[in-house]
């Protein structure tokens, strides 16, 4: 399917109306899973011409993907990963986990930026940092797509690896996130222990229900309520 693509537009502007010099470009993965870590890569790309077909990770092949991955790696100026634990997400609420990671990924950077493009139209970031929130900006900006791309291979890589103990769940090809293979796992064996012990999947298992971690969080509960389940394959 043809697509437009990104472009350094928004740091252009970003660069021009504030003065900024360092632009880091922020996107997130494992937002959805049922399984393991939610991943943010930060990444530093100036103003050179990206890769030969860079766009959002989700509309590459995994070969495509992860090949770009190893040119990116070297290519970007600089980039780093946070994550936040299953456990973390737990306990924070996912925002307050997408803020934990987004924050470790920005603090590893060898330079500290002086403005962030964020995907999304939410700032789960917020200060010190200067956000601009970019609706599809891994898409449409080049340093949330080189970012996109490493954290997804990353975090996939990540997720296989962690499944080589439990074969069952089908991690190395759903990275935790839903799906048939997974969900019969559940049913069958219970979750493992990096499942996020929190989500609403587990109002669906009988067998395991006991096990639901419970928080007062408005926040994590809406977000579950639109989608989180993930039962609709």
Known sequence: MPYEPPTHRVERSIRATTGAKIVAGVDEVGRGAWAGPVTVCAAITGLRRPPEGLTDSKLLTPKRRAALAVELESWVTAYALGHSSPEEIDELGMTAALRLAATRALGALPVRPDAVILDGKHDYLGDPWKVRTVIKGDQSCVVVA????????????MMAELGADHADFGFCDN??????VHRAALEKLGPTPHHRMSWAYLDALPGWQHLKRVRPDPETAALEARGQLGFDF
């Open 146 to 157: 080189a970012a996109s791309v490493i954290a997804k291979v990353r975090r996939d890589t």
């Open 175 to 180: 990275a935790g996130y839903p799906s048939p």
